[in-house]
T-cell receptor, first 116, second 110 residues
């Protein structure tokens, strides 16, 4: 079975540029999560969707960040304009039920983002 | 304010011995606790979980213990194998959201 697929795996760009990260969740999963991992803050939830609808975006750091899920098989996380402090590894995860213990989240391999 | 804490950034264990990873939390409303394992350049993978109404869950070499009064959980790996070397994250679930600890890097030496 294909897992959660993220692209690109690595992205290096200059500050001020727009960055778009992509995620394809596991087929049949109705929850999708975006996380960011940094040395200072660890792994933190940015936003999550249920049935393509954003449920909680309280972790999105600021208005420069936006996320969409136009259909059940695709989501994007966009940063515009990007800043050096956005450099981090961004993970996408999906799950099939809200009960985390019974249906835990499955993570993609992440996008390592470097903003110069 | 960190709701989930893993106070040991690293742990080194000999192959065949027991590895014990610890995690503390502050919020009594968490309903599930999970452990994830992460290799470099990969995403975290689910290892084992425990409901807040239980105090122990076992899956092969992995056992998670929950002490609600102390707001503490631990992951035991017996026997430890070199392939277990990875970063282990403790996570707590509330209202469908996971809150992760900072991780503990486990090194199992042959």
């Amino acid at each position: 079975d294909a897992g959660v697929i993220q692209s690109p795996r690595h992205e290096v760009t200059e500050m001020g540029q727009e960055v778009t990260l992509r995620c394809k969740p596991i087929s049949g999963h109705d929850y999708l999560f975006w996380y960011r991992q940094t040395m200072m803050r660890g792994l933190e939830l940015l936003i999550y969707f249920n049935n393509n609808v954003p449920i909680d975006d309280s972790g999105m750091p600021e208005d420069r960040f936006s996320a969409k899920m136009p259909n059940a098989s695709f989501s994007t996380l966009k940063i515009q304009p990007s800043e050096p402090r956005d450099s981090a590894v961004y993970f996408c995860a999906s799950s099939s039920l809200r009960e985390q213990g019974d249906q835990p989240q499955h993570f993609g391999d992440g996008t390592r983002l470097s903003i110069l | 304010d960190q709701q989930v804490k893993q106070n040991s950034p690293s742990l080194s264990v000999q192959e065949g011995r027991i590895s014990i990873l610890n995690c503390d939390y502050t919020n009594s409303m968490f309903d599930y606790f999970l452990w994830y394992k992460k290799y470099p350049a990969e995403g975290p993978t689910f290892l084992i979980s425990i409901s807040s109404i239980k105090d122990k869950n076992e899956d092969g070499r992995f056992t998670v213990f929950l002490n609600k009064s102390a707001k503490h959980l631990s992951l035991h790996i017996v026997p430890s194998q070199p392939g277990d070397s990875a970063v282990y994250f403790c996570a707590a679930s509330a209202a469908g959201k996971l809150i992760f600890g900072q991780g503990t890097e486990l090194s199992v030496k042959p």
